[in-house]
């Protein structure tokens, strides 16, 4: 979501006449865009700052402005700290240039966020109109843009700062969402990754017609030059889930993929969430999903050390990991969220070393399950959207005179690395795969 919006504002900042800047050091502004969705996350926010402030001393003009979660969430507190000028939340990205216009031309420190971020509200319309005018393809992976199905949500899990920071759940016009897609494909995009907090919930009625999920992707699939699409992120509920399986399993442009987030194995703390489904549904799910879609990788996130989490709980975790033969999972350390109901009712007891021990155990559960899944493919071709250069390209060395190591992604998303010139970003290829880790697919360009 804040990649989107990324390139929503860098799109309508240079539509107003702006243009990026190598490096902070040589920028007249800097904007920030914040998650909240961990403490974590803000802390690094609060120590770029820091760095900020350093800078603006021998460059006092120079305005900063933090805009996302965590200036809908913080506001006018934010202001406090001088080196900020400008707080702009998720709702109020339309105003951006105006904002920063203001600030460089009148010197002028600007709160802009919603009061009450659960109501309607017709700044909605506004970002509805935003979000279709600016482009969201930055090309910083090429072919490659997100697109947003839904804003906000309603799900009110007890950890989650999202629907008080990004408000109520709102899906888009299906005629909006093709068109943007068009232009995108237009604009040389092969694929495309719909957003929404829980996309499965899609829903929109219009013209005496409701419109779910599973149209989108039938909609989607007839624009041209899309190749592969993808969805993030599904909410574990049967409502509308064998329409989605089944257009995964019709629509050949439709990724074998699924990031479907379990939170936790034990239904005790699920239920504390305020997840609806127990360990055994979700089980299920993911069954039906492989009955219908064979091949499908699965992707998960999980917490650990929320509160009551016990051993016990969290022994259920990892056997819920171990059923799930995820293709990988994210693993995060539960931080209370300001304003949440688990941070009002429930005490963040346990212990920041016991949270870090069950982050690693988890991890290196699901590890050895990648790496089992991995090696199925030795020997075997794939195919690759490739994004550009891989991380250890500087370190890399190739064999062939101007290689250089890039990765890719299969529509299943499996990391794929490989040698070959830079040129092929953006393009299709195939790989065989010679090598394997528990991540990354390793292989040479057949
Ligand atoms: N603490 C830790 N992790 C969180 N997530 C959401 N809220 C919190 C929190 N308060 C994790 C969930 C979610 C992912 C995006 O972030 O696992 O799926
Ligand atoms: Fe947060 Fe739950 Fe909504 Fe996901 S579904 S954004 S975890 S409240």
Redesign the pocket.
Known sequence: MNKLDTALVTSALKKAGFSIAESEKGADVVLINTCSVREHAEQRVLSHLGHLKHIKKSKPNMVVGVIGCMAQRLGAELLEDKTIDIVCGPVQIPQIAELVTKALQEKKRAVAITGKIRQESPENEALEEFESVFDSYDKQIPGQAFVRAMRG?N???TY?I??YVRGPEVSRPPAAIIEQVKRLAGEGVKLVALLG??VNAYKYNTNGKTYCLADLLYMVSEIEGIEWIRFVTS?PTEESYGQILKAMADLPKVCNYLHMPAQSGSDKILKAMNRNYTASKYLELLDKAREIVPGIAIAGDFMVGFPGETEEDFGKTVSLVQKARYKNCFVFKYSARPGTTADKRLQDAVPQEVKKRRNIKLLAVQEKISEQLAKQFLGKEVKVLVEGLSKKANVSTCSEKGYQQLMGRTAEDWIVVFDGPVTLAGKFIKVKITRTSPLTLFGEMS
């Open positions: 949500c799900n009110f899990c989650c999202v629907p907090q829980m909410y």
